[in-house]
């Protein structure tokens, strides 16, 4: 306001200077032209008065000129005429003095001897007759008028004689006044000249500075503008102004161009703006927001909540851009002393936010995993696949079990993680087993999900979201694989199939995988699997599967350090089951590398299983026991193939509800052996799931 | 396939009404697919979605723990109507907050509400059902999200 | 708007839920408020509307019969000087913009708490 208000008022000081300068400059003018006249006429007094002064002793010649005449008779008449000239002369010029002199006092003691003079002059001026008489050629006589003129002159001549220096004293006196007042007149014209020239100056240097400060003010409103379109031009944002009938103003920022594909926008409709971008539906949404903002019955919080473009889908027309970008309107009503002038509106491309948003989002689900799923397929037996698909479906229904047990405390969900991790990586082995790897892949996704929970501080419901989103993902994918299955009769054939006549190959398939994996050789033998019963099938393939992979990854050596230990290059899982008095015997047995104690205690204090201190008084077989243990691996990374410290747990948490035991023998760089009885008449396997 | 966005959009239109209007924050417990025939709870509020997925979504919750909603919500009337219009609120949050999120995705229908001996809603075919434990204060409702 | 001591302004509520209906009544602000009517549905709103002639109007949006919006725009058509406050659970804009386009001047979003419902009115009667 301020700096408004200082902005308008300097001109008008300036005026107002210029103005009064200019008017003392036109009064100096004008009444210098007036003194310069005076001056004019007081000098041609000065020359008019001087030029008087020679007279007096002039006609006082002249008069005695004349009576010399007479008394020689010489003629009179030139110089009676003579007389009567200077006369004139001297009355003419005296009155143009008169006329010329302003001060009429001045020249009233000169005039008043003059009247003397003339008064005196007169007889003499006024002589008509003839002055001599011819008596005869010898002698020449005055005549009685030459005898009056004679008298008239001597009386003229002493008048004349008498007043000379009296007229010239006045005269003189005249004359002084005159020069000084006509110096009096330079003096005051020179002032005043000088004046008029400081006036003028000083107006030249207003003039000259407004004209400076005018072109300053204008180039500084350049520097503005250009400024202002600079920044138009640069600034990312889109922004224009929209009147009341929603145009755009003359200003707007060159992003718009980029984001619409069109160069012009002064006096554009906000709705041909959007036209062809974005539904009809939307833009008359849009149009009615913006009439809201011109009114007051909505205040601005509420305007921004309900902004139909703060996130807009923008489909170019253009059919070459397909991609919809996303544009984020906001809105600002721009008031002034009426109410809202116009709305301010901004536009910013948030395309890659979204974008960005998005992906996350759909970066899970694997755009091609119908076609990588038939892949999987295709490479793994039917018969198998049959088995898995059984064995998941009752895995992940035990998972969506544990899951559905109330919780509502940190405890209760942390309660869960452990067995969901063991349900998840039993089924993971089975699947990366079978090279089922979309399967493997979602499982591992999922399993990553429930150990991330670990680190978590305090667990809650808003934690178990994604999990069970992913597990409903999974069934979906495997309910999927099983229509195509069916569709590519896959498994229809292999229906009848008991579970057991898959239990061998999936143990050499994954064997063979892990062998691949890890730069081992070796071989699975398995024995009387034909004898395990249905009821029992599915626990014990867990097991077989966990014992097979744990010696193929832990027991067996590669090839080189078997030649060291005087073995051959390939190692023997061998996998037996078999009948016996009071039940089932179920031994695997691998001709690896062993368990040595030290190691497992070690692994264990590492992984915080227990202290230094329990390592130190712990026996051979109570170390041994360790690796049954929840949370104990000793695989190092985690991965597809190798353990998170549940594969082993599993098996004994399968054989307990079995009510079975386990038991291991080994011998470190001879062999590991794992003993699994089952009693007959033991719970069964859906009990055990 | 329906995402875990979509999950949580739902599932936060339920705690918002818990938290504005009974003025306590609900937690959610542990959520799971629905695997049997779900019984519900004495009033329940449904709301059937269309579009780009079909399905519905249902909230259902005790008697009792309505009561406690409603004395929180400075309510005095404990009667049949007051317990039907407050699931029918809760149902009406969970649509309008899926209607701001979804935009034009979802085509979501005024919430219905069921009361008294509903038989137990069956698991859709072909929709996989999430069923998640809304706990407030003491008490328990379901979220029940079926949509396919 | 200029509410004299006496006077005090004449409230229709219109929601089919009975629940919505005693909480608006609830209010803080209803000391300036004097409840005349109260509808379910958009129907029974416009009759009891023209016969009531409220000052104020609470609106659910989503009710049987006629939608709130239709019965917006036919009571503001009545009566133009009426202030209507929406609430609804709707919580996408473009009803929000409908609503007030169709003459609405406030909108509250279901669920409310009190100080949401006191602010509201109170920016309403402003």
């Known amino acids: 306001m301020s700096l408004a208000a200082r902005f308008d008022r300097r001109p008008v000081v300036l005026i107002v200077i210029g103005a009064l300068l200019a008017a003392a400059l ?77 001060d009429p006092a001045r020249l009233a003691s000169v005039q008043q001897r003059w009247r003397g003079y003339r008064a005196a002059l007169a007889p003499v001026l006024e002589f008509r007759g003839e002055p001599y008489v011819d008596s005869d050629a010898a002698s020449t006589r005055l005549s009685a008028d030459g005898r009056g003129l004679y008298a008239s002159l001597e009386h003229a001549r002493l008048y004349a004689l008498a007043n000379a220096h009296g007229f010239d004293a006045d005269l003189a006196a005249v004359t002084g006044d005159l020069q000084a007042s006509a110096s009096a007149a330079a003096t005051r014209l020179r002032l005043l000249l000088q004046g008029g020239v400081l006036a003028a100056l000083v107006l030249a240097a207003i003039a000259a500075w407004l004209l400076l400060s005018r072109a300053r003010h204008e180039r500084a409103a350049q520097e503005a503008r250009e400024r202002t379109r600079d920044i138009l031009r640069t600034v ?16 707007w920022s060159d992003a718009l161009t980029q984001m619409f594909g069109r160069e012009d926008f002064a006096g554009l409709g906000f709705r041909e703006l959007l036209a062809g971008f974005v539904p009809e539906t939307t833009i008359a949404t849009a149009l009615k927001y913006v009439d809201l903002l011109w009114g007051d019955r909505a205040n601005e919080n509420l305007m921004k909540t309900i902004n139909p473009l703060s996130q807009l889908e923008v489909h170019s027309p253009d059919p070459l851009r397909r991609e919809p970008r996303y544009l984020q309107f906001d809105f600002h009503r721009v008031t002034g002393a009426q109410g809202v002038k116009y709305v301010l509106c901004s536009v910013v491309d948030v395309t890659a936010n979204v974008a960005l948003a998005r992906e996350l989002q759909e970066s899970q689900q694997g755009a091609d995993a119908q076609l990588e799923m038939l892949i999987g397929m295709t490479r793994t037996d039917p018969l198998q696949l049959a088995s898995f698909l059984d064995t998941a479906d009752a895995g992940l229904k035990l998972v969506n079990a544990i899951l559905r047990s109330p919780a509502r405390s940190d405890a209760d969900f942390r309660g869960k993680l452990a067995g969901l991790m063991r349900e998840l990586h039993a089924l993971k082995g089975e699947a990366s087993a079978l090279d089922l790897s979309g399967v493997a892949d979602r499982l591992h996704a999922l399993e990553t999900r429930v150990s991330g929970c670990e680190s978590r501080a305090t667990l809650s419901g808003d934690d178990f979201l994604p999990i069970v989103a992913k597990l409903d993902e999974l069934v979906a994918y495997l309910r999927g694989i099983r229509e195509i299955a069916a569709r590519l009769a896959l498994t229809e054939h292999a229906a009848p199939a008991s579970a057991t006549d898959a239990i061998a190959p999936i143990l050499e398939a994954a064997a063979a995988r892990i062998a691949l994996e890890h730069h081992k050789m070796l071989r699975v033998e398995c024995n009387g699997f034909d004898a395990i019963p249905q009821s029992l099938a599915k626990a014990l393939k867990d097991c077989l599967v966990q014992l097979v992979r744990n010696a193929a990854v832990h027991g067996i050596e590669d090839p080189e350090l078997r030649r060291t230990r005087a073995k051959g290059d390939v190692g023997v899982v061998s996998a037996r089951f078999a009948r016996t008095a009071d039940g089932y015997e179920l031994t695997v047995e691998d001709d690896g590398a062993g368990i040595a104690p030290d190691e497992v205690k070690a692994v264990a204090v590492r992984r915080g299983l227990i202290t230094e201190a329990q390592a130190a008084a712990m026996d051979t077989r109570a170390a041994i ?25 599993v098996v004994a948490r399968t054989v307990r509800a079995l009510g079975g035991r386990i038991g291991v023998a080994t011998m470190p760089g001879k062999y590991t052996r794992f003993k699994i009885h089952v009693p007959t008449g033991g719970k069964d396997a859906a009990a055990a799931a | 396939m329906l995402h875990e966005r979509e999950l949580k959009v739902f599932v936060e239109g339920t705690t918002r009404f818990f938290e504005v209007a009974a003025q306590q924050p609900a937690s959610i417990g542990s959520p799971y697919l629905m695997e049997e025939p ?67 995705e979802f085509r979501i229908s005024p919430p219905r509400v069921l009361w008294g001996d509903t038989p137990p809603i069956d698991p859709r075919p072909g929709a996989r059902t999430f069923v998640i434990p809304i706990h407030w204060r003491s008490h328990s409702a379901k979220l029940v999200v079926a949509l396919c | 708007m200029n509410a004299a001591v006496d006077s005090t302004l004449k409230l229709l509520i219109v929601d089919d839920s009975t629940l919505i209906r005693r909480r608006v009544e609830r209010s803080q602000r209803f000391d300036r408020l004097r409840l005349v009517g109260s509808a379910a549905d958009g129907v029974e709103a416009l009759a009891l509307f023209s016969r009531t002639d409220p000052d104020v109007v609470t609106m659910d949006l989503t009710m049987p019969q006629m939608d709130g919006i ?57």
């Open chain 1, 26 to 102: 036109g009064t100096a003018l004008v009444s210098g032209f007036r003194l310069a006249t005076r001056l004019r006429e007081d000098i041609a007094a000065v020359q008019a008065a001087s030029a008087l002064q020679a007279y007096p002793r002039e006609l006082v010649r002249e008069v005695s000129g004349l009576r010399e005449r007479l008394e020689v008779r010489a003629y009179a008449g030139r110089a009676l005429t003579t007389l009567r000239d200077s006369t004139r002369d001297f009355n003419e010029r005296l009155q143009a003095l008169a006329a010329l002199d302003h």
């Open chain 1, 236 to 251: 990312r944002e889109g922004f224009f102004l929209l009147d009341a009938e929603h145009r755009i103003g003359s200003v």
């Open chain 1, 625 to 649: 026991a360790l690796i049954f243990r929840a949370g104990f691996s000793t695989a190092g990374e985690v991965s597809l193939g190798a353990g998170r410290g549940v594969g082993m747990d």
């Open chain 2, 38 to 104: 779900l019984a519900l709870h004495e009033y329940s509020g449904l709301i059937e979605v269309s579009g780009r997925r079909e399905g519905v979504v249902c909230f259902t919750a005790p008697k009792t723990m309505l009561a406690v909603m409603l004395m929180k919500m400075h309510e005095t009337d404990f009667g049949h109507e007051t317990m039907r219009d407050l699931v029918g609120e809760v149902a009406n949050t969970i649509s309008g907050n899926a209607r701001r999120d979804f935009g034009n």
């Open chain 3, 70 to 126: 239709e019965c917006i725009r036919r009571m503001v058509a009545l009566k133009p000087s009426v202030r209507i406050l929406v609430i609804s659970a709707l919580a996408d804009k473009a009803t929000a913009i409908e609503a007030m386009a169709s003459g609405a001047n406030g909108f509250l979003n279901k669920p409310f708490t009190e100080r949401q419902l006191n602010e509201a009115l109170a920016e309403l009667l402003r």
